[in-house]
């Protein structure tokens, strides 16, 4: 289990929101608003040394805010070239941009699926774009109640709406020969700190001969920790945002580091 670093970014600033809470209407229930840009993160992250983190533009794509998220993003990305895979609005419009920029991949849900179906046209699409090697599919998914049985199903747009994908073994074989590795929000639970989605995890973990998987989602203490190491069989890596001591939580950040293999140089 590695760590993987997580910069969100709301607004043009670096924030730590309640997963299911994010409309265009409303806004979002946030726990963390940073008073640092994502540039300081990016270079904390860097001198980490622990690569393969996660940015995420939380805005509405083609918004004022969604443009300064990506300012935001380009300044983290300028600090540690190649550290940082970046998801939120991205299509085959925009992913060379990304690519560009200094992201080793792109992260991507909402594009490849249409009205809550997956498009596998948008997704050959993009693989002969940038490449199988640079893309991550962004499987989040929340539960829901179908014909009286409780199965996880991929949501997209922000994590509003559900897809009528499943989240189980046959779509991580399915989906693996598009993707070099998955991320998955635990959606119920991501951002409040109540501890991990541990059903969900047992899934992931169970999955035999697959690509990397990062969970993230209800991570509040290092019991947690040991939760996802025990049910993602040593398989699974992980994220942790608002529990982390840089982002308000009490999880401190250095422990955290040395605890997960990180080697950290002021």
């Given at each position: ?83 940082f895979m ?134 509040k203490d ?26 308000g939580g ?17």
């Amino acid at each position: 289990m590695k760590f993987r670093p997580c910069i969100d970014i709301h607004d043009g600033k670096v924030k730590q929101i309640v997963g299911g809470t994010l409309k265009d209407e409303l806004g979002a229930e946030t726990n963390f608003i940073s008073e640092y840009d994502a540039s300081f993160y990016g270079r904390l992250y860097a001198n980490c040394k622990v690569p393969g983190g996660h940015i995420i533009l939380l805005n509405e794509k083609g918004t004022p805010e969604y443009r300064e998220d990506v300012r935001a993003a380009s300044d983290a990305m300028k600090e540690y070239p190649g550290g940082f895979m970046i998801g939120g609005g991205v299509g085959a419009d925009n992913a060379e941009e990304y690519l560009k920029l200094g992201a080793s991949h792109v992260i991507v849900t909402s594009y490849v699926f249409k009205d809550g179906k997956i498009d596998f046209d948008r997704l050959n699409e993009l693989t002969s774009l940038v490449g199988k090697d640079h893309i991550v599919l962004d499987l989040s998914a929340r539960q829901l109640s179908k014909d009286g049985e409780i199965d996880y199903y991929i949501v997209t747009d922000r994590w509003q709406k559900f897809t009528d994908m499943k989240l189980c073994h046959e779509t991580l074989d399915m989906l693996k020969e598009y993707s070099d590795e998955y991320l998955i929000h635990a959606v119920d639970v991501e951002g409040k700190k109540s501890g991990v989605d541990e059903k969900l995890l047992e899934m992931l973990g169970s999955w035999e001969n697959g690509i990397p998987i990062t969970y993230a989602g209800g991570v509040k203490d290092f019991n947690d920790l040991e939760k996802i190491e025990t049910l993602g069989r040593g398989k699974i890596d992980a994220t942790i945002g608002s529990a982390l001591s840089i982002f308000g939580g009490e999880m401190d950040f250095d422990e955290v580091i040395n605890y997960m293999g990180g080697s950290y140089e002021n």
